[in-house]
Protein backbone atom coordinates (compact mmCIF):
# COMPACT_ATOMS: atom_id res chain seq x y z
CA UNK A 1 0.00 0.00 0.00
CA UNK A 2 1.15 3.63 -0.72
CA UNK A 3 1.80 6.09 1.42
CA UNK A 4 1.20 9.68 1.89
CA UNK A 5 2.55 11.19 4.84
CA UNK A 6 1.35 14.85 5.82
CA UNK A 7 3.24 16.92 8.36
CA UNK A 8 2.15 18.83 10.40
CA UNK A 9 -1.20 17.56 11.40
CA UNK A 10 -2.52 20.64 12.87
CA UNK A 11 -0.91 24.28 12.68
CA UNK A 12 -2.36 27.50 14.57
CA UNK A 13 -0.98 30.70 13.49
CA UNK A 14 -0.92 34.41 13.72
CA UNK A 15 -1.92 36.44 10.44
CA UNK A 16 1.20 37.22 9.12
CA UNK A 17 3.18 34.25 10.11
CA UNK A 18 4.85 32.10 6.85
CA UNK A 19 3.92 28.07 7.56
CA UNK A 20 4.87 24.93 5.44
CA UNK A 21 3.48 21.96 4.85
CA UNK A 22 5.08 18.50 4.36
CA UNK A 23 3.33 15.58 1.79
CA UNK A 24 6.72 13.08 2.06
CA UNK A 25 5.95 9.15 0.30
CA UNK A 26 8.37 5.83 -0.39
CA UNK A 27 6.60 5.99 -3.77
CA UNK A 28 6.97 7.96 -6.90
CA UNK A 29 4.27 9.27 -8.15
CA UNK A 30 3.70 10.72 -12.03
CA UNK A 31 2.04 13.43 -10.35
CA UNK A 32 0.60 15.29 -7.23
CA UNK A 33 -2.08 17.06 -6.26
CA UNK A 34 -3.11 19.32 -3.60
CA UNK A 35 -6.47 20.00 -2.45
CA UNK A 36 -8.30 22.77 0.07
CA UNK A 37 -11.16 21.13 1.89
CA UNK A 38 -13.30 23.09 4.04
CA UNK A 39 -15.96 21.73 6.39
CA UNK A 40 -18.85 20.10 4.94
CA UNK A 41 -17.95 20.27 1.24
CA UNK A 42 -15.65 17.97 -0.56
CA UNK A 43 -12.30 19.09 -1.71
CA UNK A 44 -11.37 21.40 -4.47
CA UNK A 45 -8.11 21.40 -6.15
CA UNK A 46 -5.25 23.85 -5.99
CA UNK A 47 -2.88 22.60 -8.03
CA UNK A 48 -1.06 19.59 -9.89
CA UNK A 49 2.82 19.02 -9.57
CA UNK A 50 3.71 16.82 -12.34
CA UNK A 51 7.54 17.66 -13.15
CA UNK A 52 10.35 16.53 -10.72
CA UNK A 53 11.57 20.01 -9.30
CA UNK A 54 9.03 21.79 -10.04
CA UNK A 55 7.65 24.82 -8.34
CA UNK A 56 4.39 26.47 -9.18
CA UNK A 57 2.96 29.70 -7.45
CA UNK A 58 -0.70 30.48 -6.68
CA UNK A 59 -0.55 34.56 -5.20
CA UNK A 60 0.65 33.50 -2.03
CA UNK A 61 1.00 29.64 -1.96
CA UNK A 62 4.50 27.88 -3.26
CA UNK A 63 4.09 24.71 -3.93
CA UNK A 64 6.90 22.34 -5.02
CA UNK A 65 7.61 18.53 -6.19
CA UNK A 66 10.14 16.98 -5.00
CA UNK A 67 13.13 15.45 -7.64
CA UNK A 68 12.47 11.90 -7.22
CA UNK A 69 8.58 12.92 -7.20
CA UNK A 70 8.06 11.25 -3.76
CA UNK A 71 7.44 14.20 -1.86
CA UNK A 72 6.20 17.92 -1.89
CA UNK A 73 5.10 20.87 -0.08
CA UNK A 74 3.35 23.97 0.49
CA UNK A 75 4.49 26.88 1.48
CA UNK A 76 1.70 29.13 2.00
CA UNK A 77 2.95 33.55 3.03
CA UNK A 78 1.52 36.07 5.22
CA UNK A 79 -0.94 33.89 5.98
CA UNK A 80 -4.47 35.55 6.21
CA UNK A 81 -7.66 33.70 8.24
CA UNK A 82 -8.82 33.02 4.81
CA UNK A 83 -6.29 30.36 3.96
CA UNK A 84 -7.56 28.35 7.04
CA UNK A 85 -9.00 24.80 5.91
CA UNK A 86 -7.92 21.01 5.87
CA UNK A 87 -5.11 21.18 3.08
CA UNK A 88 -5.11 17.21 1.19
CA UNK A 89 -2.32 16.36 -0.92
CA UNK A 90 -2.94 13.06 -3.11
CA UNK A 91 -0.56 11.14 -5.18
CA UNK A 92 -1.70 9.56 -8.76
CA UNK A 93 -0.28 7.03 -10.42
CA UNK A 94 -1.57 7.47 -13.98
CA UNK A 95 -4.36 5.99 -15.99
CA UNK A 96 -7.66 5.39 -14.16
CA UNK A 97 -6.58 4.84 -10.90
CA UNK A 98 -7.97 6.93 -7.94
CA UNK A 99 -5.97 9.02 -5.79
CA UNK A 100 -3.71 8.21 -3.10
CA UNK A 101 -4.51 10.68 -0.31
CA UNK A 102 -2.21 11.63 3.05
CA UNK A 103 -4.24 12.42 6.01
CA UNK A 104 -3.98 16.05 5.98
CA UNK A 105 -3.22 19.32 7.16
CA UNK A 106 -5.77 20.91 9.80
CA UNK A 107 -4.44 25.04 9.16
CA UNK A 108 -6.01 27.37 11.65
CA UNK A 109 -4.97 31.24 11.28
CA UNK A 110 -6.06 33.38 13.81
CA UNK A 111 -6.74 37.18 13.22
CA UNK B 1 -22.73 22.95 -14.93
CA UNK B 2 -23.90 21.46 -11.85
CA UNK B 3 -20.32 19.91 -11.89
CA UNK B 4 -21.05 16.45 -9.56
CA UNK B 5 -23.87 16.41 -7.19
CA UNK B 6 -24.80 13.94 -4.87
CA UNK B 7 -27.60 12.65 -3.26
CA UNK B 8 -28.74 12.39 -0.60
CA UNK B 9 -26.82 14.82 1.51
CA UNK B 10 -27.63 13.29 4.53
CA UNK B 11 -29.09 9.74 5.43
CA UNK B 12 -29.40 7.82 8.90
CA UNK B 13 -29.68 3.72 8.91
CA UNK B 14 -29.95 1.06 11.45
CA UNK B 15 -27.97 -1.50 11.29
CA UNK B 16 -28.08 -4.45 8.42
CA UNK B 17 -30.39 -1.70 6.80
CA UNK B 18 -29.52 -1.10 2.62
CA UNK B 19 -29.37 2.47 0.89
CA UNK B 20 -27.93 3.66 -2.43
CA UNK B 21 -26.32 6.96 -2.83
CA UNK B 22 -25.95 8.45 -6.47
CA UNK B 23 -23.71 10.61 -7.75
CA UNK B 24 -24.76 12.61 -11.24
CA UNK B 25 -22.42 14.47 -13.79
CA UNK B 26 -22.70 16.62 -16.19
CA UNK B 27 -19.19 17.09 -17.55
CA UNK B 28 -19.00 14.16 -20.06
CA UNK B 29 -16.40 12.69 -17.89
CA UNK B 30 -15.13 9.07 -18.94
CA UNK B 31 -14.06 8.12 -15.25
CA UNK B 32 -15.63 7.82 -12.06
CA UNK B 33 -14.92 7.73 -8.04
CA UNK B 34 -16.25 6.89 -4.85
CA UNK B 35 -14.65 7.91 -2.04
CA UNK B 36 -14.75 7.66 2.00
CA UNK B 37 -13.23 10.26 4.56
CA UNK B 38 -13.02 9.08 7.93
CA UNK B 39 -11.44 11.10 10.54
CA UNK B 40 -8.14 10.93 10.74
CA UNK B 41 -8.18 8.56 8.20
CA UNK B 42 -7.76 10.79 4.79
CA UNK B 43 -10.14 10.25 1.85
CA UNK B 44 -9.97 5.85 0.60
CA UNK B 45 -10.71 4.63 -2.45
CA UNK B 46 -13.75 2.37 -2.27
CA UNK B 47 -14.47 1.48 -6.19
CA UNK B 48 -14.01 3.38 -9.63
CA UNK B 49 -15.30 3.01 -12.83
CA UNK B 50 -13.61 3.73 -16.23
CA UNK B 51 -17.05 4.01 -18.13
CA UNK B 52 -20.38 2.85 -19.00
CA UNK B 53 -21.06 -0.60 -17.89
CA UNK B 54 -17.17 -1.23 -15.97
CA UNK B 55 -16.68 -0.94 -12.47
CA UNK B 56 -13.24 -1.85 -10.37
CA UNK B 57 -12.39 -2.15 -6.79
CA UNK B 58 -10.16 0.56 -4.70
CA UNK B 59 -8.31 0.03 -1.58
CA UNK B 60 -11.56 -0.72 0.76
CA UNK B 61 -14.09 -2.06 -1.55
CA UNK B 62 -15.62 -4.70 1.44
CA UNK B 63 -19.36 -4.04 2.28
CA UNK B 64 -20.04 -1.61 -0.91
CA UNK B 65 -21.21 -3.00 -4.40
CA UNK B 66 -21.81 -0.17 -7.48
CA UNK B 67 -23.00 0.15 -10.89
CA UNK B 68 -22.13 2.51 -13.70
CA UNK B 69 -25.43 1.70 -16.04
CA UNK B 70 -25.38 5.51 -17.61
CA UNK B 71 -22.14 7.33 -18.38
CA UNK B 72 -23.00 10.49 -15.50
CA UNK B 73 -24.61 8.23 -12.69
CA UNK B 74 -22.11 5.93 -10.65
CA UNK B 75 -24.01 4.43 -7.85
CA UNK B 76 -22.38 3.31 -4.41
CA UNK B 77 -24.77 0.68 -2.59
CA UNK B 78 -25.09 -0.51 1.23
CA UNK B 79 -26.88 -3.92 1.30
CA UNK B 80 -26.20 -4.37 4.93
CA UNK B 81 -25.11 -1.17 6.64
CA UNK B 82 -22.54 -1.64 9.65
CA UNK B 83 -21.43 1.00 11.95
CA UNK B 84 -18.21 0.90 10.87
CA UNK B 85 -19.73 2.24 7.42
CA UNK B 86 -20.82 5.34 8.84
CA UNK B 87 -18.15 8.06 7.12
CA UNK B 88 -18.75 10.78 4.71
CA UNK B 89 -18.40 9.92 1.21
CA UNK B 90 -17.35 11.35 -1.87
CA UNK B 91 -18.20 10.90 -5.43
CA UNK B 92 -15.59 12.36 -8.37
CA UNK B 93 -15.30 12.13 -12.27
CA UNK B 94 -12.97 13.16 -14.19
CA UNK B 95 -11.44 12.92 -18.07
CA UNK B 96 -8.74 10.50 -19.06
CA UNK B 97 -5.19 12.30 -18.44
CA UNK B 98 -6.99 15.62 -15.91
CA UNK B 99 -7.76 15.85 -13.07
CA UNK B 100 -10.20 14.76 -10.44
CA UNK B 101 -13.31 17.29 -9.39
CA UNK B 102 -15.18 16.33 -6.54
CA UNK B 103 -19.23 16.28 -5.17
CA UNK B 104 -19.78 18.01 -2.04
CA UNK B 105 -20.46 14.80 -0.16
CA UNK B 106 -22.60 12.62 1.46
CA UNK B 107 -22.42 11.96 5.59
CA UNK B 108 -23.57 8.70 6.67
CA UNK B 109 -24.48 7.74 9.85
CA UNK B 110 -25.37 3.62 11.09
CA UNK B 111 -26.53 3.08 14.40
Redesign the interface.
Known sequence: TQLLEQSPQFLSIQEGENLTVYCNSSSVFSSLQWYRQEPGEGPVLLVTVVTGGEVKKLKRLTFQFGDARKDSSLHITAAQPGDTGLYLCAGAQGGADGLTFGKGTHLIIQP | NAG?TQTPKFRVLKTGQSMTLLCAQDMNHE?M?W?RQDP??????IH?S?GEGTT?K??VPDGYNVSRLKKQNFLLGLESAAPSQTSVY?C?SKL?GW???????TRLTVT
Open positions: VYYYGMGLRLYVAGEFAPEQYFGPG
